[in-house]
């Protein structure tokens, strides 16, 4: 925890000439020097960070929800091939979402970390647009559909990973420090500022909204009529702009050291509590090594949550054993890789308890995968004309969703927030767990609406000869983004509450690893699909390049079936987290009535670890 500490100037007399409030312990300006609260943090520096969120979103979404055309039409790989490398493309930018983190808690920092890889980002927006631009570098142009097309091979393939992977690596490495630095401008123990936190988050998630909008209208617009190098060049206009936004808050931000290798105070739990596994845990945890009424004199400089307030819990017991302290008559004091104390065994039962809640968010994202894949080109095998002369492109379909959003979050934020802290007395009126498994819930009907809709569109084509206006699959993308609303904003706000000094960055970037492993597990499906449906006679449901001669439709009828098993699943989760796990998610701050959060409201003091 973070203290406050008022420090006063006094002249010769003892009088009082001048207050200061100095944030002592863990912030620091950019300097290295203490920050002042009146000075630095605050959503007056978030704001910064915001715009990078807000611009680095449009940059990457107007590649990432257009790459299939590219990869399909300029690069000519096949259409399940093509739907492959964009997932895989996105899955990998979330996975470097882990490396992004550990760099900023171990030794960067958040804000050094996003101003080194925004650049990176960059470089492969750039290598990105010189290669759309330049014909050498790519396969003869070819219509993939009537024609036999040569996929790019050597060194025009070679050249469109690098830059593909650069942009992964750049906006991996970002995403987990834009939400955790911006959250760490405000501190979350404080009752003001927690409510302050939880509309950080609902702002966050409305830049990402601009974002995504501008870049499905707007960029998609000029990747479709003035070519994918034009587009890909706007994009890295985009990302040099956001990384204005970040540079220009330096001296307001509040910092957060780097500590070591945050895998090391893991490490050492495991390590202690296997080589103490014969030891019996003691029925009274004062006899902990490390708790409040234990508390060694010198704690193992690795030791990075021993400030924090912790709370001993039930769970993972067996884990208990590294805080076992061995009484054998003499004053020797045992290794770190042998002796834990008590912070850093709840911190590593944190980490354990959330990758249930983690897993459950798979298939959510698996879903999302579809709608920047295949529902693209189910729009590209619709009738895309809205007026005489201008047809949409099947990409800005997804801003449909943004640009209700960006109505639905200031209401959700300004309505149904307080309405809903009346009845539940939480700051973010309802906790970030029922936030997610509300949006669960929603997005299987994204999923069934999308199955009907195909099922029609292919009948029109087949029977009627007739193409179904492009507007018959924007409900599917409205629902999924209602969807998002709740469970991107509550997946990230549980995951950074649930995080102590140290750890913000790394536990934030496993919210976006959800992201994608469920783009993984989008590829595997479709392989897994196509085989087992494949007969001697014809492909599988996904193997044809002509979206009326496949099943799309059993596709998404699969994945709404797996979409509700995962809900139910959550439900278990979610209700064995929250009653084992101290404090409640959504309980910081929720002590309105009293204006103060109070941890023994929620544990009995002898509970308390410090």
């Given at each position: 925890?973070?203290?406050?500490v008022?420090?006063t ?11 200061t ?7 620091v300006?950019?300097?290295?020097k ?7 943090g ?7 960070v ?7 979103m ?5 590649v ?7 990869v ?6 096949p259409?399940s ?27 960067l920092g958040?804000f ?6 925004g650049?990176v ?6 290598l ?9 570098l ?8 009537s024609?036999?097309c040569?996929e790019?091979?050597g060194y ?23 939400i955790?630095h ?10 003001k ?8 988050f609902?702002?966050?998630?409305f830049?990402?909204?601009?974002g995504?909008?501008i870049?499905l209208?707007l960029?998609v617009?000029?990747q479709t ?23 220009s808050g330096?001296a ?18 495991f ?17 902990l090594?490390?708790n409040k009424n234990?508390?060694?004199n ?7 949550n021993v400030?924090?307030?912790l ?7 067996f884990l208990d ?13 045992e290794?770190?890789w ?7 065994v ?9 990758i ?13 995968a579809q709608?920047q894949t ?10 895309t004309n ?10 800005s379909l ?19 927030v307080?309405l809903?802290?009346?009845?539940t ?8 767990l029922?936030?997610?498994?509300t949006?669960l ?20 084509a ?15 993308f ?7 609303m709740?469970?991107a904003v509550?997946?990230?706000?549980f995951?950074?509450?649930?995080s102590s000094e ?6 934030t970037?496993m919210?976006?690893?959800s992201?994608?492993?469920?783009f ?9 699909v ?8 014809r ?9 009326n001669?496949?099943?799309?439709d059993?596709?998404?009828w699969?994945?709404a079936?797996?979409?509700i098993?995962?809900?139910f ?13 101290i ?13 103060h959060?109070?941890?023994s ?6 509970n308390?670890?410090?």
């Amino acid at each position: 925890m973070v203290d406050r500490v008022e420090k006063t100037k006094m002249n010769l007399r003892g009088d009082t000439m001048s207050t200061t409030v100095v944030v002592e312990g863990t912030s620091v300006d950019w300097r290295g020097k203490p920050c002042k609260s009146n000075k630095h943090g605050g959503m007056k520096a978030a704001i910064f960070v915001l715009g990078l969120q807000a611009f680095e979103m449009m940059a990457i979404a107007a590649v990432g929800n257009n790459l299939i055309t590219y990869v399909f039409n300029d690069m000519h790989f096949p259409l399940s091939k093509s739907a492959n490398i964009v997932t895989n493309f996105i899955g990998t930018v979330f996975l470097l979402s882990l490396l992004g983190g550990f760099l900023s808690d171990s030794y960067l920092g958040s804000f050094w970390t996003m101003l080194i890889f925004g650049f990176v980002e960059l470089s492969g927006f750039i290598l990105l647009s010189v290669q759309a631009h330049l014909p050498q570098l790519r396969p003869a142009q070819c219509k993939m559909i009537s024609e036999n097309c040569p996929e790019a091979k050597g060194y025009k393939a070679l050249i469109f990973f690098i830059a593909l992977y650069l942009v992964a690596l750049g906006s991996g490495c970002l995403k987990p420090n834009i939400i955790s630095h911006g959250a760490d401008q405000f501190i979350k123990e404080d009752s003001k500022q927690s409510k302050k936190l939880s509309t950080y988050f609902n702002v966050a998630y409305f830049a990402f909204c601009m974002g995504e909008l501008i870049a499905l209208t707007l960029l998609v617009w000029v990747q479709t009529h003035a070519g994918m190098d034009v587009g890909f060049g706007v994009s890295a206009a985009a990302m040099a702009v956001g990384l204005i936004s970040l540079i220009s808050g330096t001296a307001l931000y509040k910092n957060k050291p780097s500590r070591g290798s945050i895998f090391t105070p893991i490490a050492q739990v495991f390590v202690a509590a296997i080589s103490k596994r014969k030891q019996i845990c003691p029925s009274n945890i004062e006899m902990l090594y490390g708790n409040k009424n234990n508390v060694p004199n010198h704690l193992p400089a690795t030791s990075t949550n021993v400030n924090n307030l912790l709370h001993h819990t039930e769970k993972f017991r067996f884990l208990d054993k590294a805080c076992i302290r061995i009484e054998d008559g003499t004053e020797r004091t045992e290794s770190p890789w042998r002796l834990c104390t008590v912070a850093q065994v709840e911190q590593v039962k944190v980490i354990l308890s959330v990758i249930p809640i983690f897993a459950c968010t798979i298939i959510f994202n698996t879903i999302l995968a579809q709608l920047q894949t295949f529902s693209v080109q189910q729009g590209s095998a619709m009738n895309t004309n809205i007026a005489k002369g201008f047809h949409i492109p099947p990409a800005s379909l997804q801003a449909i969703p943004y640009i209700i959003l960006i109505f639905v979050i200031p209401l959700y934020e300004t309505l149904f927030v307080p309405l809903a802290r009346r009845f539940t007395g939480k700051v973010s009126g309802i906790s970030p767990l029922q936030r997610v498994g509300t949006g669960l819930f929603i997005a299987t009907f994204s999923m069934v609406c999308a199955a009907l809709v195909e099922r029609k569109r292919r009948n029109f084509a087949s029977d009627a000869g007739d193409i179904l206006s492009i507007f018959w699959i924007a409900p599917q993308f409205l629902i999924f983004g209602l969807s998002e609303m709740f469970t991107a904003v509550g997946l990230i706000e549980f995951f950074y509450m649930q995080s102590s000094e140290g750890m913000q960055s790394f536990l934030t970037a496993m919210t976006y690893c959800s992201y994608s492993f469920g783009f993984y597990l989008s590829s595997v499906l479709v392989s897994l699909v196509n085989r087992v449906t494949s007969t001697s006679s014809r492909g599988g449901w996904l193997s044809d390049n002509d979206l009326n001669k496949d099943k799309l439709d059993l596709f998404y009828w699969l994945l709404a079936a797996l979409s509700i098993v995962n809900f139910f699943n959550y439900i278990f989760w979610s209700k064995w987290h929250s009653s084992n796990i101290i404090p409640p998610d959504g309980s910081y701050g929720e002590d309105l009535e009293n204006n103060h959060f109070n941890p023994s409201k929620h544990a009995g003091a002898e509970n308390v670890i410090p």
